[in-house]
């Protein structure tokens, strides 16, 4: 288990660009996703803003689009920027694709429901665009992968991070030789109207770590990145984003929906450990940062804990992004690497004045040039499941 | 240093932990469709499980079972997780939460309690918080296949050290928004319910074990030939195994048809018959992603029973996976027959 990882492409379905270089011309100016959403019917609530993917043609990544669910549909598209990414062609390789998702098929879940609340025939094609597993499979197909190893990992809104943690497992005990991960998620009518039910959306703008935020937005897209060793990267002279250095996974076994500090903690020092870096060595922590008052109040509760009274700057994407879920972590890994790569870091947006209770430098609404050495990437879960991965410049 | 299964526990139609599912397989005399007596308020208490789907309730009362039954051989500590695999969750929960959207006054009149549940990590998530495991917490989506992928993915976690043990397995309801979804597909199979659970130590330890995941592997039949590569994937996990160490094998098949495929591969890549098949589907009907977690627990039990007489431990049995989504599997594992309490480790010829 000695094998150093190395993240040499990267595939993006995003609200604030589609492809890596877009994705990071967004990130780098700032750019918000959020817009009103079109992919559910919103009569009814009183706000209707979200973080929606717009002009996506599954068409364009996909000969049979309609077997796979949206979520899927950006899953193919990502993987199969980031292949092209990195230059390689993985179709006889021993390859892992690992998707997170939160809501997997949810989303044509919901119109079977729709269906039947209406008295509609639901067809075999609807009920068959369902499962969650059509995430992965889906891109190993679209790819012409074969023997290979899939993997849907459905830990909500960390699955990301989990995804990237089992590719890079993957890849450095030597059972893959190539890993494709990330996450993948679709804006849904469950996940809007269950947040909101929580009082937990922000009428307007994605404001994380502000006095002012009301919470999340909710959003969509797809991350993925191709992991393989260092050597074989170095071997090819494959351009390296980053390295993976690490990363930890934990479960606060308590309340479903609220965040436990310790536990957060807990699995940031895991992380830490596990990529043999120390707090000190950190430059950039790219946060959960929900936007929500007591997901930012815990998790720079947890930072303050294992870093101190000033700990390395702090963003979240989300602000630009929404909370897209499965995709979330995944996407800001992705971030983390553009970041690491070009030199920057990329800024809170709709940034006002911080919370005295977060007490974090959010890089405010512009995003400015760094030398990052090591970036931490976080993500908590409904149900606890905490994952937090450490990226390293090469 | 293989990974061991140490212990496991069921919930079934034959009835609740692993004497009533093992006496079932043995007797093999199908059982009924539902966990009988399996009232979520009556097994787990009123506290947090009010608006608790059934999913997440057989995976939480099954890692009890586990726990209780086993108390000998199940050791937990801050580093002992939880992976289990998945469908799609509880689809029944997700559609009576958008049910609730579209028919009430307002599309945002719905029970908050329940949103938790309506998410895929739930069954996971909920058998940590219920008995206290903070080790990594994964669910893993993969239908049919969900048995060799949390298996897999559960062995990299020990093998890494990530994970100190692993609760692993799979529960799947069985209400009426998985019966539509199921038949819709044209899955005409008597559909089952409940929920399987392996107690996994990571290989090397001085724990007796039951048994120990000796090769698996998974394919995508990407030209629709799942026959073929299921083949492939058998060749692959049985390369250097005398074709009559394999002692028995169980399908993962919902009806005839596939369970049929799943033995003509297994027969070709070993050029024998296997003395042994188990289906669950038969006897407890599909259970979606919990079907490989009984699939292994029936070779288990089968196993057990014969150990008694007068077989050496040390035989092979295999589980194969066929998904109409297109990946197929298989994993082989070896029965060691120990009793899973701590004492020596036997009967292995590794």
């Known amino acids: 288990m000695t094998r150093r990882v190395a993240v040499t492409g990267l595939g993006v379905v995003s609200s604030i660009g589609t492809g890596a270089d877009e994705f990071g011309r967004g990130l780098r100016e700032g750019r918000s996703g959020a817009r009103p959403i079109t992919g559910f019917d919103t009569t009814g609530f009183a706000h209707d803003i979200g973080c929606e993917v717009v002009g996506f043609d599954p068409a364009a990544w996909l000969d049979d689009p309609q077997r796979l669910p949206r979520a899927g549909q950006f899953a193919v598209a990502a993987a199969t920027m980031a292949v092209r990414d990195a230059g390689i062609d993985p179709t006889d390789a021993r390859s892992l694709v690992s998707i997170g998702t939160t809501d997997g098929g949810a989303d044509r879940g919901e119109r079977i429901a729709e269906a039947l609340v209406r008295g509609e025939e639901v067809t075999a094609e609807e009920a068959a665009r369902v499962p969650a597993g059509l995430l992965s499979t889906g891109v190993a197909r679209a790819l012409g992968l074969s023997i290979v190893e899939v993997s849907t990992i459905a830990t909500a809104c960390a699955a990301g991070n989990y995804a990237i943690g089992d590719g890079y497992d993957a890849v450095a005990t030597g059972d893959v030789d190539v890993a494709l991960c990330g996450g993948a998620d679709a804006l849904c009518r469950m996940t809007f109207t269950g947040f909101y039910r929580l009082g937990a959306v922000d009428p307007a703008a994605c404001r994380p770590f502000d006095v002012d935020r009301k919470g999340i937005l909710t959003g969509e897209g797809a991350g993925v990145l191709v992991l393989e060793t260092l050597d074989a990267a170095v071997h090819r002279g494959a351009r390296i984003y980053a390295e993976v250095l690490g990363y930890g996974l934990n479960c606060d076994a308590g309340h479903p929906v609220a965040p436990d500090r310790d536990s957060v903690a807990r699995c940031m020092r895991l992380a830490l450990d596990d990529a043999g870096v120390t707090p000190g060595d950190v430059d950039l922590i790219s946060a959960h940062g929900t936007g929500t008052k007591v997901n930012d109040v815990t998790e720079c509760g947890a930072i303050h804990d294992v870093y101190g009274a000033t700990p390395p700057r702090t963003v979240s994407v989300k602000s630009m992004l929404g909370h897209t879920m499965g995709a979330a972590s995944a996407l800001s890994a992705i971030a983390c690497s553009l970041a690491i790569a070009d030199g920057f870091i990329p800024p809170t947006i709709n940034h006002t004045a911080t919370d005295p209770e977060c007490a974090v430098d959010c890089v405010p609404n512009e995003s400015v040039p760094a030398t990052l050495n090591v970036v931490q990437n976080n993500a908590l879960a409904f149900g606890g499941n905490n994952a937090v991965v450490l990226f390293g410049r090469n | ?350």
């Not at chain 2, 212990?7 to 932990?17: D, I, N, Y």
């Open chain 2, 1 to 350: 240093m293989a990974t061991q299964i140490c212990a496991w526990s069921a919930t079934s139609p034959f009835g609740h932990g692993r004497a009533a599912f093992g006496a079932g397989v043995r007797a093999g005399v199908p059982a009924g469709d539902v966990v009988p007596d399996f009232d979520i308020a009556d097994r787990l208490g009123r506290k947090g499980t009010s608006s608790m789907d059934r999913t997440t309730a057989l995976a939480v009362s099954t890692v009890g079972l586990l726990c209780k039954d086993d108390a000998a051989a199940v050791v937990t500590d801050e580093r002992t997780g939880v992976v289990l695999g998945t469908t799609s969750g509880s689809t029944q929960t997700q559609f009576a939460f958008t049910t609730d959207s579209l028919t009430r006054r307002k599309p945002y009149f719905v029970n908050p309690a329940q949103m938790p549940f309506a998410l895929m990590n739930s069954a996971a998530a909920q058998c940590a918080s219920w008995h206290g495991l903070t080790g990594p917490n994964t669910t893993v989506a993969a239908g049919r296949l969900a048995g060799i992928a949390t298996l897999r993915y559960a062995d990299r976690l020990l093998r890494t050290g990530r994970a100190s043990a692993l609760f692993a397995g799979a529960a799947e309801e069985c209400g009426d928004a998985r019966t539509l979804l199921e038949r819709r597909r044209g899955n005409t199979a008597r559909l089952g319910e409940g929920a399987a659970v392996l107690y996994l130590r990571p290989g090397g330890g001085n724990r007796s074990a039951l048994a120990e995941v000796v090769a698996l592997d998974t394919r995508l039949a990407v030209a629709g030939r799942p026959r073929e590569a299921l083949t492939e994937c058998l060749r692959r996990v049985l390369a250097g195994v005398a074709p009559r160490e394999v002692w028995g094998m169980a399908p993962s098949g919902p009806d005839p048809v596939t369970t049929e495929l799943e033995r003509d591969a297994v027969s070709a890549a070993l050029g024998r018959e296997v003395e042994r098949v188990v289906v669950p589907a038969e006897l407890v009907g599909d259970t979606g992603a919990a079907t490989g977690a009984f699939q292994l627990a029936a070779l288990l039990a089968l196993g057990e029973a014969e150990n008694e007489g007068e077989r050496e431990p040390g035989r092979l049995a295999v589980a194969t996976a066929v998904d109409r989504d297109g990946m197929v599997g298989c994993v082989v594992v070896r029965l060691l027959g120990g009793s899973g309490i701590a004492t020596q480790v036997r009967g292995s010829s590794r």
